[in-house]
């Protein structure tokens, strides 16, 4: 009986670490990991956004070579601005926290709501240089998510609350140059990585940081036809983020490919892209990403009208480990209960629709995308104006 019990621990003993390693250790600071890109990526260029963010393929103006820089081009000094406004959504994490109390007294922590109050999004400036070489500079808001609000009840009942928050923007350098059929282009982005208010469950401090890096994304397009086909590439890039309290990350942004195809009917076009987005570079537990989108626009009069489709599956669903339990103190014990918590099915399908209306004055467009299949049901709209020289009294150049 002994030989047999003590052959039953030793399985076990054996068998237990391979459970723990089935729950997500954190690999970069919270909201930065690729599953809070469900509700904090931005999807900018309001064109794009209508047409299913479809846009690999297109030749459009500067807010198009955030997808391929290959796709922008221009014959004049051209301004083009978006402002959007993204829904607030509950979390999608569930953890059990416990609160203190003379008797220690547990309880489930309700689940609080991820917001993005800032509603600027993006400012470009394009122009050619010389024929066939456009250049470009823009700044744009391409991940944003608030959280709200994360509250602790200390021992002498006061209550001390985070709004935590990230942000990722860039300020970026774009240039194409077309030959006949060929176009080339080259983004050099410096990326803006912001935490405020980072949140530690195991200890009571208020941490802002700001890290930035450089990312590169060549692309290309080529027509033929009725039909033009677009590539671009962003290599993977790695940050450090040295936190407080030990928390101490070496991030990996994952590598991300684009390819897209585009079919010219007259007034009529249909466009299909993939995003293949490598997040097992950030973590093995986490699956690669591949967004599928589709989608159409037609000309009438001096409107163009859009409609698309996209699904963007989630990369991971399971528990996770909260970070920094260990050699903290608990007099302050508004925490989890143990290490873990978990995050729920959240892969999203979006309906899109847009518009832009030409005038005497700018382009004015309008975009709509809202998740259908209710898991993260993010909504997001926006709003874009576009301006020339021509259209500012300043001739083009010839």
Known sequence: ??????????????????????????????????????????????NAMGRGHTGAAFNEGIENAMINPAGFTTKMTTVHMEFFQKGNVTEMNETEFRQYDANYNYETRPRQTYQSTNPFAFFGVGFRVIDNLSAGFSYSMDQSIEYVDFTREMKDESYYTLTPSYTQSRLSLATSYALKDLRVGMNIHYCIYILDDYRYYYQVNRTDMTETTFRFQPGIQYDYKFVSAGVSYTPKTDVTFDLDNGEKYDVTFPSLLTAGLLFRLDKIR??????????????????????????????????????????????????????????????????????????????????????TIKTFLADISFGIMGDIKGDVPVTMGMLGITVDAARLGKPSRK
């Open 1 to 46: 009986m002994k030989r047999s019990n003590l052959l039953i621990i030793l399985v076990l003993s054996m068998f237990l670490p391979v459970v723990a390693q089935d729950s997500y250790q954190y690999t970069a600071p919270e909201f930065m990991q690729c599953i809070y890109d469900q509700y904090s990526r931005n999807y900018l260029n309001i």
């Open 270 to 355: 249909f466009a299909g892209d993939i995003e293949y987005e490598k997040c097992s570079e950030q973590s093995d537990m986490f699956d690669d990403r591949l967004r599928w989108k589709i989608g159409m626009e037609y000309d009438y009069l001096e409107s163009t009208l859009r409609i698309g489709f996209m699904e963007v599956p989630g990369v991971y669903s399971g528990s996770y480990l909260f970070p920094g339990k260990e050699g903290s103190s608990y007099d302050n014990p508004y925490a989890p209960i143990d290490s873990t918590g978990y995050i729920g099915d959240n892969d999203q399908s979006f309906l899109t629709a847009g518009f």
